[in-house]
């Protein structure tokens, strides 16, 4: 039996996401992000939902695992709101 190692992108493939348009789980205050210098929620992301453009932090909650560790990282108080998505929302974790 051979086992194939799966880089982060394919595992995350695997995950299944019901994003709820109307109502953004995690909501950064852009202001706040800006001052930020050491901008740790661009590396500690397990999705790596966070990115940079233009010297702004921009995020894409359709991916998000939920995990919390943006929240836990984030010094600045830039995550304005964090709340586990509504019922039926968020992701589906499916293991092959």
């Known amino acids: ?3 194939k190692r799966l880089s982060p992108e394919e595992l995350l493939g ?3 996401f019901a994003v709820d348009e109307e109502d953004a789980h995690i909501v950064l205050d852009k202001f ?3 001052g930020c210098q050491e901008k740790t929620c661009l590396v500690v992301c397990p999705a790596v ?4 453009k233009d010297g702004e932090i ?5 991916g998000c695992l939920e995990c919390g560790t943006c929240r836990v990282v984030c010094k ?7 709340n586990y998505p509504r019922g039926t929302f968020g ?6």
């Open 1 to 3: 039996m051979t086992v």
């Open 14 to 16: 695997l995950n299944k």
């Open 32 to 34: 706040i992000c800006a």
């Open 49 to 52: 939902l966070y990115t940079l």
């Open 58 to 62: 921009n995020f894409d909650y359709a």
């Open 76 to 82: 600045n108080k830039g995550i304005v709101k964090w």
């Open 91 to 96: 992701v589906n974790f499916r293991y092959g």
